[in-house]
């Protein structure tokens, strides 16, 4: 008989246990769905950040053709300012940089296809141009 209580005792700690244990997770489930969500509360000095655009973002933007792209330089003899150019045609009338005691190589579309050649000066742009 001692057995038997003792198994009846354990199955009504089991039990007393998965009640307590149930009832507390639905009181915790009822107590945050219950509550209202927080209204955020607007920042006084909040408003729009203004993003001044760069010359060619302006270039492409003030453009009528949707295939208009700009095209940026860099290094020793280029350009500063961009140029519009239309990605449905070759790119016309690109600058030819002149430097004293080297010839124009030509414009690379990537800063690792300029540095493939052996050049002495190589930049990186959007067109790299590169002078031997």
């Known amino acids: 008989m001692a057995g038997g209580k003792r198994?009846?005792?354990v199955v009504v700690f089991i039990i007393t246990a998965v009640v307590l244990l149930g009832g507390g997770?639905?009181?915790?489930?009822?107590?945050?769905?219950?509550?209202?969500?927080?209204?955020?509360?607007?920042?006084a000095e909040a408003g729009v950040i203004e993003h001044p655009l760069t010359p060619a973002q302006q270039l492409v933007?003030?453009?009528?053709?949707?295939?208009?792209?700009?095209?940026?330089?860099?290094?020793?003899?280029?350009?500063?300012?961009?140029?519009?150019q239309s990605q449905a045609a070759l790119y016309q009338n690109l600058p030819i940089p002149a430097i004293e005691g080297k010839v124009f190589a030509g414009c690379y579309p990537t800063a690792a296809a300029a540095a493939a050649l052996i050049c002495s000066c190589c930049c990186s742009a959007a067109y790299s141009c590169c002078c031997c």
Not at 34 to 43: F, N, S
Not at 61 to 84: K, N, R
Request: with cysteine; hydrophobic share 40%; aromatic share 6%.
């Open 25 to 43: 997770a639905a009181g915790a489930y009822a107590w945050i769905a219950g509550r209202a969500p927080e209204e955020p509360v607007p920042r």
């Open 7 to 9: 198994k009846r005792k």
């Open 61 to 84: 933007a003030d453009a009528d053709d949707p295939q208009a792209c700009a095209v940026t330089f860099s290094g020793e003899g280029a350009p500063a300012d961009p140029m519009l």
